[in-house]
């Protein structure tokens, strides 16, 4: 009876530290913070409205302005997440922004990690898209454009971006949907300089969706983005001096080592269902992949099927850049 009690325990001990050790870090693994404990309001004024014990943030936009929140410190690698409600009915032209990056310190050559949210006509879905930039390379965008297997308006869910100094990982309710590799060809390419946290709304009717036909409709505002579970997990740089204010072996001590084969799985099911877009495969965009591409077969055929203009051997005119403060756009896709 005790051999067997034993073998259980030991059994269910070794379960429990499989699951550990095989699950993404997620919002239960690191302490959230208070808003006022790691960011400022950014600009919106009223528009921004902190709530529920300083844990949840209100950023809407209306015929004003859109409204903004940035964290106090800069950060040189890091976990950084938030739990995020977005805005419910007509929400054309509307974009909702998570992001990483330095371009009011460094306007010719800045880093970003974006996380960006496409609002939609009335009976289409959000859209979401990642980015990367390293060194002020926005004239090689690196999008991925993704649907969702939820209603992101419904209720809240959360989004991560892990970002090491050579991989960064973006999540979705603590699944991988995309991993970005540091590779030699990519150069400066790859986001290395400390970089501040962003959330934003704002207005994108210009290109946010199918290359701006669909505009902001002002009846539906106040548009509303919620943001509460705010995670700051990273090493922290002096603005000034630039220099680490932590231990590199501890701050990264708690952080993921890198997509583990089961999380590889699901990743790789989400992006067969659900990317819709990827400048590796835009043929209009590039005569040949940037160098950092890895071309896989049965993926660029089921997106030429999604799309045969920009994935396959078609004709168009490129369409045009634009641009919101230091970022730069370009939407390819259709609704």
């Known amino acids: 009876m005790q051999t067997s009690y034993m073998c259980f325990f030991f059994l269910s001990l070794f379960s429990m530290l499989?699951?550990?050790?095989?699950?993404?870090?997620?919002?239960?693994?690191?302490?959230?913070?208070?808003?006022?404990?790691?960011?400022?309001?950014?600009?919106?004024?009223?528009?921004?409205?902190?709530?529920?014990?300083?844990?949840?943030?209100?950023?809407?936009?209306?015929?004003?302005?859109?409204?903004g929140f940035v964290s106090h410190d800069l950060y040189l690698h890091g976990y950084f997440s938030a739990s995020i409600k977005l805005p419910a009915d007509y929400t054309a032209g509307v974009v909702v922004a998570f992001y990483m990056s330095n371009g009011d310190m460094y306007e010719k050559n800045h880093d970003e990690i974006d996380f960006e949210f496409l609002g939609n006509i009335r009976g289409k879905d959000w859209r979401i898209q990642s980015n990367v930039y390293g060194n002020g390379s926005t004239n090689i965008g690196r999008e991925e454009r993704y649907g969702l297997w939820f209603d992101p308006a419904e209720d809240i869910h959360h989004y991560s971006i892990l970002w090491t100094d050579s991989q960064i990982i973006f999540y979705v309710d603590n699944v991988p949907i995309r991993e970005v590799k540091r590779t030699e060809s990519m150069g400066g390419d790859f986001p290395s300089k400390p970089m501040t946290l962003y959330a934003t709304i704002w207005d994108a009717s210009d290109w946010a969706t199918n290359g701006g036909k669909y505009k902001v409709n002002y009846k539906y505002a106040p548009y509303v983005a919620q943001f509460s579970d705010l995670v700051l997990h990273g090493c922290a740089v002096d603005p000034i001096e630039h220099v680490a204010k932590c231990d590199n072996a501890q701050s990264s001590k708690a952080l993921p080592s890198g997509v583990t084969p089961v999380q590889r799985i699901k990743m790789d099911n989400f992006r067969k269902k659900h990317m819709t877009y990827s400048y590796c495969y835009d043929k209009i965009r590039y005569k040949a992949p940037p160098s950092e591409c890895v071309i896989n077969p049965k993926e660029a055929e089921r997106l030429r099927k999604y799309d045969p203009v920009t994935f396959g051997n078609g004709r168009r005119r490129r369409g045009k850049h634009h641009h919101h403060g230091s970022r730069s756009q370009e939407e390819a896709a259709s609704l």
């Open 18 to 67: 499989s699951l550990i050790t095989s699950t993404p870090l997620s919002k239960n693994l690191l302490p959230t913070i208070p808003f006022d404990e790691g960011y400022t309001p950014l600009f919106g004024d009223n528009n921004l409205i902190i709530q529920k014990d300083g844990k949840m943030v209100h950023l809407s936009l209306d015929e004003r302005t859109g409204s």
